[in-house]
């Protein structure tokens, strides 16, 4: 089994009525059908997901080979559900007993019995790109972190939480465009770190009010800054200067990884172009507030999010461009 079960909650109620509690707080359409879905009919149900969740996976998925979509929205809808049934539950025992659910569910998808319109959609990319079920189990295991871990004591220990909710995406898109080797799964790792710590930096004062503070805690301590500091929202003379040094360990971060650009098929490469460029704006935005993301959250406009797709493009038709330098624009 991918994870371990819940046999009852704190309030002794049992697994089967945790169950229910999560699916309850969550879209109906989540639920289990009442009949497994056909192939195609789960492709719309995980499309349509993607579609109206996530404006940058939309964004990228225009540069992505036809063929190549249904698996990325299948890639997507398992990850978007996933994440939900950590992130959107707030009572925790419900939370892990429906991680455990679908944990057992992802089971049964390798098993060739899938049920839900995600797995019935997996299944095919699964089958078609030979995924292994370790980038898939490992998110499970960062979600189910994510209910009992609030505080990281130093960067290793932050890495260590990316490892499991960062880094298999990464590895999945890799998989999914028949990229894989360990030296891209190395710098893919790299460039999904850093944009999750980009996203953590971002959200210092969203995560604070869950009571989840990323920040290393021996970073915090040795800049002079507590969880007072965040709880107060006044962005101290300690509070930048550690937040100046976390933005500049995560631009390393993505600049290890940028050399993946240049080593994958051009479709990619223009996906990879965007999402590094995407993450180092957060990291740019961070600094044109003077570090200070207590008073308000930064965030990239529209207008830099358009010009950030056509370099992009620009990137596929004058490769020189790219991020990754010539090898970006090897031919697919």
């Not at 940058?56 to 996933?82: D, E, G, M, Q, T």
């Not at 604070?208 to 003379?237: C, H, N, W």
């Amino acid at each position: 089994m991918t994870t371990a079960g819940v046999e009852s909650g704190n309030d002794g109620s049992s697994r089967t009525e945790l169950i229910e509690r999560g699916w309850a707080a969550l879209p109906a359409s989540y639920r289990m059908p009442a009949t497994t879905p056909t192939l195609a009919e789960a492709n719309a149900w995980c499309k349509q997901l993607a579609d109206s969740h996530y404006e940058n996976f939309h964004v990228a998925s225009w540069f992505l080979p036809k063929a190549l979509r249904p698996h990325f929205h299948a890639i997507y809808a398992y990850c978007r559900v996933s994440d939900d049934l950590g992130d959107e539950v707030a009572d925790r025992s419900a939370a892990l007993a429906l991680l455990d659910f679908w944990g057992q569910e992802l089971d049964a998808c390798y098993e060739g019995r899938a049920r839900h319109p995600v797995f019935v959609a997996l299944a095919e990319t699964i089958r078609a790109c030979s995924i292994p079920k370790e980038p898939f189990a490992n998110l499970l295991i960062a979600f189910r972190q994510d209910q009992t871990v609030t505080r990281f004591a130093s960067m290793q220990d932050v890495l260590g939480y990316c490892h499991y909710s960062a880094n298999p995406v990464g590895r999945l898109v890799l998989y999914a465009c028949g990229e894989q080797s360990e030296e891209k799964f190395r710098l893919s790792d790299a460039t999904c770190s850093a944009l999750q710590l980009a996203n953590f930096w971002q959200d210092i004062r969203v995560d604070f009010q869950k009571d989840r503070v990323y920040l290393p805690q021996d970073d915090m301590s040795r800049f002079g800054v507590s969880d007072e500091t965040i709880a107060q929202g006044v962005a101290t003379e300690e509070f930048r200067a550690l937040l100046c040094h976390e933005v500049g360990f995560a631009r390393e971060l993505f600049e290890a990884g940028l050399p993946l650009i240049g080593m994958v098929n051009r479709d990619l490469a223009l996906d990879l172009d965007l999402f590094s460029r995407g993450g180092l704006e957060i990291l740019r935005a961070i600094e044109n507030q003077d570090f200070d993301v207590l008073r308000a959250r930064p965030s990239i406009s529209k207008r830099t999010k358009l010009g950030l797709a056509l370099r992009a493009v620009s990137g596929k038709l004058l490769p020189f461009f790219a991020l990754g330098g010539h090898a970006a624009g090897k031919a697919a």
